[in-house]
């Protein structure tokens, strides 16, 4: 039996924390990456529409 | 009319049709940002000791606290965009502003994502409408406004000029939730400079354990500053490439 002032097993909320930190951080990241290639393809899009307007 | 006397502007860019090269800076601030993230994980796992009545979920501390104060810098970084988007009319100070909004909202939502999973063993609760956590919502809840108001507004103009004014008016919403704890005796949530309130459940002391207070200020200078520049100088970067964007769109359909 357990002391009653043992610490606490609280591992599972720790790692549900870092895993929030994680996919909120990397969502803003991935969010920018997608972004940028998206207008990456809209620049070579616009290049095979209008080649002279690159010029 | 806005379109019409961003012509020149645009017409000056479409020759820019590759990508700015990444600055040095940017690249040496990214690495060191990266590294500093993974010190901040060693100092929090393993270089603090472990609270001997929370368990390690008090470890989750170490980011909730400087995530909240990571945003804090951004929405400050908005501010001073908005004021002098509004004095000069620069484009650059409103795409400050607007990544401070982006990245600060994010760190918000570290702040509040952690904060709930810490309550749950300690408060025995996901979440509660005590006034700290209900002004930390609002708070996050503004600056998502701030984003959809802003996409709705069509007028180039009057859209960086009425999210230049909601960014500066914002900011009363985080001074608010920085200072509740200090002005409403009932909220549980604990204090960890200066006492906490009398009501404060979950409460630690930063001497009681070794290792809290180095770690602490260790990721505070990592998620307070180091992460919240580095994410707006991206963000910076992407708006400034959509710009170019949008100017080079407008040159094809003039031709």
Redesign the interface.
């Known amino acids: 039996m357990m002391p009653e002032n043992a610490t606490p097993d609280t591992m599972s909320y720790l790692i549900l924390g870092l895993a929030a930190v994680t996919v909120i951080v990397g969502a803003l990241v991935a969010s920018m990456l997608l972004r940028y290639r998206s207008l990456r393809r809209d620049i070579e899009t616009l290049r095979e529409i209008q080649p002279d307007a690159f010029e | 009319m806005s379109a019409v006397s961003n012509m020149p502007r645009m017409s000056a860019e479409?020759?820019q049709?590759k990508?700015r090269p990444i600055p040095l800076g940017l690249k040496i601030l990214t690495i060191v940002t990266v590294l500093a993230v993974a010190f901040g994980l060693y100092m929090a796992l393993i270089y603090a000791g472990?609270?001997?009545?929370?368990?390690?979920?008090?470890?989750?501390f170490y980011?909730?606290m400087p995530?909240f104060f990571g945003a804090f810098t951004a929405f400050i970084a908005t501010v001073i965009g908005g004021v002098q988007y509004l004095r000069t009319r620069n484009l650059k100070w409103d795409t400050l502003a607007l990544a401070g909004v982006?990245?600060g909202l994010?760190l918000s939502?570290?702040n509040l994502?952690?904060g709930s999973?810490?309550a749950?063993?300690i408060w025995n609760t996901w979440w509660t409408w005590d006034p700290r956590l209900t002004s930390a919502a609002i708070m996050a809840l503004t600056y998502a406004a701030y984003l959809m108001l802003r996409n709705g507004i069509e007028n180039p103009e009057q859209r960086r000029r009425f999210a230049a004014i909601f960014g500066i008016l914002a900011i009363t919403t985080v001074i608010a939730t920085l200072l509740i704890i200090r002005i409403r005796p009932d909220t549980i949530h604990p204090a960890v400079i200066g006492a906490s309130p009398q009501n404060a459940q979950g409460t630690f002391e930063l001497a009681a354990t070794p290792g809290v207070t180095a770690a602490l200020l260790t990721n505070l200078l990592i998620w307070a500053l180091l992460?919240p520049i580095t994410?707006m100088w991206?963000?910076i970067r992407?708006q400034n490439?959509?710009d170019r964007?949008e100017a080079?769109?407008m040159?094809?359909l003039d031709?």
């Open positions: 479409t020759s049709t990508t472990t609270d001997t009545l929370q368990g390690v979920v008090q470890r989750i980011f909730h995530s982006e990245i994010a939502l570290v994502a952690t999973i810490w749950r063993p992460v994410l991206w963000r992407l490439l959509t964007v080079l769109k040159a094809v031709r």
